[in-house]
């Protein structure tokens, strides 16, 4: 009997210890001990809510200024995001991580054609970039021309006509067709008849009808097409990605032309090579000769290097976005092998990418987006002198009150901390009208005029951190003030 109760003694205390934990672990627990860890700071914002209930219009007002420069710095970030995605869609656009590699210039009696007039490029420094450069993924000869495009009675010049690989496709982000399929490396090889289209040249040639199987005439050379491009729409440089014709580059090169891209219409301008007069031959027109023309012996002494099978451009897509500068330096590695270029020789090629014109725009658009925002904050600050004013003015009405609650016992540091209190939430209920009205507004925007907006989280949080920050800062001289009242001169305030 002794040794049962001395067991049940023993595990008493165990089990009341564990329903002890089992308390203080509790949801109901951990509320009321935060409770009442606050309890002094609740009180203060119950106290501060109640003194600005008195004159709840003077209260709107004071927070005038607070809601109308949160409502512009909601409104302006969201719809500068915006902007700034949509810009980087329509960049992406372009090409994903675009790398663009040009031809180098051509010289003759000391003057410089500039880049791209010689024909340095092969197909083979296209196989060199994809076995030598790691941090390329893919990567497309180019073969460019101008001429019109004939269907029936309907023409059209495309304002891009290429001639390339399949792979053109993905480094320029069609990702797919609308209609049909897109040509193979054995139509390349084959320097097949076949050709893709773009949107506006199907609205153009075929009144909006499919145009697959049908055929296309471009220098007299039929062409039939095979697939409809999907739909790109503009670039950030206004021309249309839809206006486009792609074929393979040797059916470009070989069958259709045999000359790089020239200014004009390839098709309707034919030079006196061919025994047929243009413009310039039929009316002739005199000039003065600024520089001396070097003589056929000087031009065999000093031949321009010429390749047989050239392209007019290469395009690049670089692994991603970080790696770009990487494959930059690869491709100019690979090609300068390619090239038997030595050290301090110039380059016979130029490398352009896309990252030097998602920087420009994107500086832009932040600068003025800055803009904007340091007018926003113009309208914060006239707000935070509002409240400051509106407090001095709150001190002086509430003297006496002040005088009573020192008398009672209130110290110094309690009274500046209930008017720091009233302060920071005249700011927060200006922030959350703010917000609301700024969310609105772009909405608004984004409806009625159609311009792209981005709802940004940060500019939410911010908006608060500055609020606090603004009712801190311009609430605690007042505070401060009526902190350091003498009790028995505010008792006999008047």
């Given at each position: 009997?002794?040794?049962?109760?001395?067991?049940?003694?023993?595990?008493?205390?165990?089990?009341?210890?564990?329903?002890?934990?089992?308390?203080?672990?509790?949801?109901?627990?951990?509320?009321?001990?935060?409770?009442?860890?606050?309890?002094?700071?609740?009180?203060?914002?119950?106290?501060?809510?109640?003194?600005?209930?008195?004159?709840?219009?003077?209260?709107?007002?004071?927070?005038?200024?607070?809601?109308?420069?949160?409502?512009?710095?909601?409104?302006?970030?969201?719809?500068?995001?915006?902007?700034?995605?949509?810009?980087?869609?329509?960049?992406?656009?372009?090409?994903?991580?675009?790398?663009?590699?040009?031809?180098?210039?051509?010289?003759?009696?000391?003057?410089?054609?500039?880049?791209?007039?010689?024909?340095?490029?092969?197909?083979?420094?296209?196989?060199?970039?994809?076995?030598?450069?790691?941090?390329?993924?893919?990567?497309?000869?180019?073969?460019?021309?101008?001429?019109?495009?004939?269907?029936?009675?309907?023409?059209?010049?495309?304002?891009?006509?290429?001639?390339?690989?399949?792979?053109?496709?993905?480094?320029?982000?069609?990702?797919?067709?609308?209609?049909?399929?897109?040509?193979?490396?054995?139509?390349?090889?084959?320097?097949?008849?076949?050709?893709?289209?773009?949107?506006?040249?199907?609205?153009?040639?075929?009144?909006?009808?499919?145009?697959?199987?049908?055929?296309v005439r471009i220098n007299n050379v039929p062409i039939r097409v095979i697939g409809v491009l999907g739909?790109?729409?503009?670039?950030?440089?206004?021309?249309?990605?839809?206006?486009?014709?792609?074929?393979?580059?040797?059916?470009?090169?070989?069958?259709?032309?045999?000359?790089?891209?020239?200014?004009?219409?390839?098709?309707?301008?034919?030079?006196?090579?061919?025994?047929?007069?243009s413009f310039g031959d039929a009316y002739p027109r005199s000039f003065i000769e600024l520089y001396t023309?070097?003589?056929?012996?000087?031009?065999?002494?000093?031949?321009?290097?010429?390749?047989?099978?050239?392209?007019?451009?290469?395009?690049?897509?670089?692994?991603?976005?970080?790696?770009?500068?990487?494959?930059?330096?690869?491709?100019?590695?690979?090609?300068?092998?390619?090239?038997?270029?030595?050290?301090?020789?110039?380059?016979?090629?130029?490398?352009?990418?896309?990252?030097?014109?998602?920087?420009?725009?994107?500086?832009?658009?932040?600068?003025?987006?800055?803009?904007?925002?340091?007018?926003?904050?113009?309208?914060?600050?006239?707000?935070?002198?509002?409240?400051?004013?509106?407090?001095?003015?709150?001190?002086?009405?509430?003297?006496?009150?002040?005088?009573?609650?020192?008398?009672?016992?209130?110290?110094?540091?309690?009274?500046?901390?209930?008017?720091?209190?009233?302060?920071?939430?005249?700011?927060?209920?200006?922030?959350?009208?703010?917000?609301?009205?700024?969310?609105?507004?772009?909405?608004?925007?984004?409806?009625?005029?159609?311009?792209?907006?981005?709802?940004?989280?940060?500019?939410?949080?911010?908006?608060?951190?500055?609020?606090?920050?603004?009712?801190?800062?311009?609430?605690?001289?007042?505070?401060?003030?009526?902190?350091?009242?003498?009790?028995?001169?505010?008792?006999?305030?008047?």
């Open positions: 009997m002794t040794k049962l109760l001395t067991t049940r003694d023993e595990t008493m205390p165990q089990s009341s210890s564990l329903r002890w934990a089992s308390d203080v672990s509790s949801p109901k627990h951990t509320f009321r001990r935060f409770v009442f860890r606050w309890r002094p700071f609740l009180r203060l914002c119950v106290t501060a809510t109640h003194a600005l209930r008195r004159n709840v219009l003077r209260s709107l007002l004071t927070t005038l200024g607070i809601v109308i420069g949160i409502m512009s710095v909601i409104a302006i970030m969201e719809i500068g995001q915006g902007a700034s995605a949509t810009l980087g869609e329509s960049i992406q656009s372009m090409g994903s991580n675009l790398i663009i590699v040009m031809p180098g210039a051509a010289s003759a009696g000391g003057i410089e054609m500039g880049a791209g007039t010689m024909p340095t490029l092969t197909p083979d420094d296209v196989n060199a970039i994809l076995t030598e450069c790691p941090s390329v993924l893919a990567a497309a000869p180019s073969v460019q021309a101008r001429m019109q495009v004939v269907h029936g009675s309907k023409n059209w010049v495309p304002a891009t006509m290429l001639g390339t690989t399949p792979s053109y496709l993905a480094i320029r982000g069609w990702n797919s067709l609308d209609e049909g399929e897109n040509f193979t490396e054995q139509d390349v090889r084959n320097a097949n008849k076949v050709c893709v289209v773009g949107l506006t040249i199907v609205k153009e040639l075929f009144d909006g009808q499919s145009p697959i199987g049908k055929s739909r790109k729409g503009a670039n950030v440089m206004g021309m249309d990605q839809d206006d486009v014709l792609l074929t393979p580059w040797t059916t470009m090169k070989n069958r259709v032309s045999a000359s790089t891209l020239g200014s004009v219409n390839q098709s309707v301008l034919t030079s006196s090579a061919n025994g047929v007069n023309t070097p003589t056929a012996t000087q031009m065999m002494n000093t031949p321009r290097p010429q390749r047989l099978t050239n392209v007019d451009q290469i395009f690049a897509s670089a692994v991603s976005m970080e790696r770009i500068e990487t494959a930059v330096d690869e491709i100019q590695q690979a090609l300068s092998r390619s090239h038997n270029i030595r050290d301090g020789q110039v380059d016979d090629f130029n490398l352009r990418n896309m990252t030097e014109l998602t920087k420009m725009f994107g500086s832009t658009t932040t600068l003025m987006t800055n803009l904007l925002l340091a007018i926003a904050m113009i309208a914060l600050l006239v707000g935070g002198v509002g409240i400051m004013n509106i407090m001095l003015v709150s001190v002086t009405e509430r003297t006496r009150e002040i005088g009573l609650r020192m008398a009672v016992g209130a110290k110094g540091r309690d009274i500046l901390a209930q008017f720091l209190v009233e302060a920071v939430l005249l700011c927060l209920f200006g922030a959350a009208i703010g917000i609301v009205l700024g969310r609105g507004i772009s909405i608004a925007v984004s409806k009625l005029a159609g311009w792209p907006v981005a709802a940004s989280p940060y500019a939410i949080l911010a908006s608060v951190g500055v609020s606090l920050i603004i009712g801190i800062g311009f609430g605690f001289y007042p505070a401060w003030r009526a902190s350091k009242l003498d009790p028995i001169d505010a008792l006999r305030y008047e």
